[in-house]
């Protein structure tokens, strides 16, 4: 690619990145922000008592729930920086952990992360040809890849795992899941976890929340966290940092003047959506090892969750993480039976909603502001007058946490402008 032709490509992209004159974040706001609420979550303990809230097991736990939703929401960052909506992550994931369960228990965890990756980038190949070759809406395609991975699965199982007298089910499976493949290992630093932990029981105000959080990742931690995090800062560079992401962020913002500079669009389309698939099917792929066999139903949704992240992310590689570290924290939460935790989060709530609600009032939005501070007020009741909260409440918080977070954050995001938008070749001739 010629400087002149680099030039004209990133000039455009700045002009459709336009916000309205939006202050962006920094990372030293970022860095005071999370400052900010590791020093509410320090101070919600020590007045709730509910230890678990900063402790190493509870953040363990969310960095393994955030790693399969993170990757699902980079994939779909992958695909709509290109200009193709990606609904199909769920299904995509699904052909993940599926060849996962069937690779690992026949070759080990390594071989069934490749496989996923694989079945996934498979998915993602499918749904490319239906949105950009055949134009299919891609809403419906993600639909229909969904509906079609489930069935694919499903009977792929009973045939593969569940045939009567097959090695598969000698070795433990059945119709409903894969037999068991071996451990894949995990990470920590020697020393390092023990004298965290030893902080940790101190309860001390905000050291001992830092030396738990801080504990969940040097203790334990899998092989494929670890290359989830690399990805991660691979897609920032690969796309803000080289000519191929400038090409193929082009195609997601005006595919007809990226076509008119000479990018074929098709090309850059495809290779977006096969590795949105092939994260996505990783991300699959983490929680077949991660349980070390594929389940019927394993995904749970995540998939979608993963869409929200990348929304809520504002299709932004660190915006994805934030918030896949986010619904990891609350997906952690009914893993640990959290009613005590959660119970004590509706008192944090409150405190943000009354807050809100003054910002709202000095804006002059006294409707919005009236809201904010009843539901704050609601809340605290129902703090005061309960010492827990019901499991079915703990069980939906994710759910409930993705609906918030993307009400609250709507204002602000600002989607390719050709996102999901048709587009045929030779328009921009």
């Not at 700045?14 to 509410?40: F, H």
């Not at 070759?133 to 009977?155: K, P």
């Not at 920032?236 to 400038?246: A, D, E, H, K």
Request: hydrophobic share 50%.
């Amino acid at each position: 690619m010629s400087t002149t032709f680099t030039a004209a490509l990133a000039k455009g992209l700045r002009g459709n990145n336009n916000d309205g004159g939006k202050r962006k974040l920094s990372y030293p706001v970022v860095l005071l922000i999370v400052a900010g609420a590791l020093v509410l979550l320090s101070a919600l303990r020590v007045i709730t008592g509910a230890t678990d809230l900063t402790s190493a097991g509870q953040f363990s736990g969310a960095l393994a729930a955030a790693v399969p939703i993170g990757l699902a929401g980079l994939g779909g960052l992958w695909a709509e920086r290109s200009g193709v909506v990606n609904i199909g992550l769920e299904g995509m994931m699904m052909l993940g952990t599926f060849c996962a369960g069937w690779m690992g228990w026949q070759h080990g965890p390594w071989a069934a992360a490749l496989a996923g990756v694989v079945g996934g980038a498979l998915g993602g190949l499918v749904h490319a040809l239906a949105t950009v070759t055949f134009g299919v809406d891609h809403i419906i395609s993600g639909v229909a890849m969904n509906i079609l991975a489930l069935g694919i699965t499903q009977y792929a199982a009973k045939t593969l795992f569940g045939a009567e007298g097959s090695a598969a089910q000698q070795a433990g499976g059945n119709d409903k899941q894969s037999p068991p493949m071996p451990n894949m290992g995990n990470f920590s630093v020697p020393g390092l976890s023990d004298w965290l932990t030893s902080v940790e029981k101190h309860h001390w105000f905000l050291v001992s929340d830092l030396a738990g959080i801080l504990d969940s990742f040097v203790d334990g931690v899998s092989w494929l966290t670890i290359v989830a995090a690399a990805l991660f800062v691979g897609t920032f560079f690969v796309l803000w940092r080289t000519g191929f992401g400038l090409r193929l962020r082009s195609c997601g913002e005006s595919p007809v003047a990226a076509e008119s500079l000479g990018v074929n669009v098709y090309t850059y389309k495809y290779a977006a959506v096969v590795v949105s698939g092939a994260l996505a099917g990783l991300g699959g792929a983490f929680l077949a090892i991660g349980t070390h066999m594929y389940s019927d139903g394993q995904t749970g949704g995540r998939g979608y969750i993963g869409l929200a992240t990348m929304i809520f992310g504002n299709w932004r590689p660190g915006g994805v993480a934030m918030g896949a570290g986010l619904f990891g924290f609350m997906d952690s939460l009914q893993l640990r039976s959290g009613g005590p935790t959660v119970h004590a989060l509706l008192l944090l709530l409150a405190v943000l909603l009354v807050g809100l609600a003054a910002w709202r009032l000095k804006q002059g939005k006294q409707k919005p502001a009236l809201i904010s501070a009843g539901i704050a007020v609601a809340l605290a009741v129902w703090y005061a007058l309960t010492k827990t909260v019901p499991l079915e409440f703990v069980d939906a918080t994710p759910y409930v946490a993705t609906l918030l977070v993307l009400s609250v954050s709507a204002q602000r995001l600002r989607m390719p402008k050709a996102d999901g938008k048709p587009y045929r070749k030779g328009q921009g001739k």
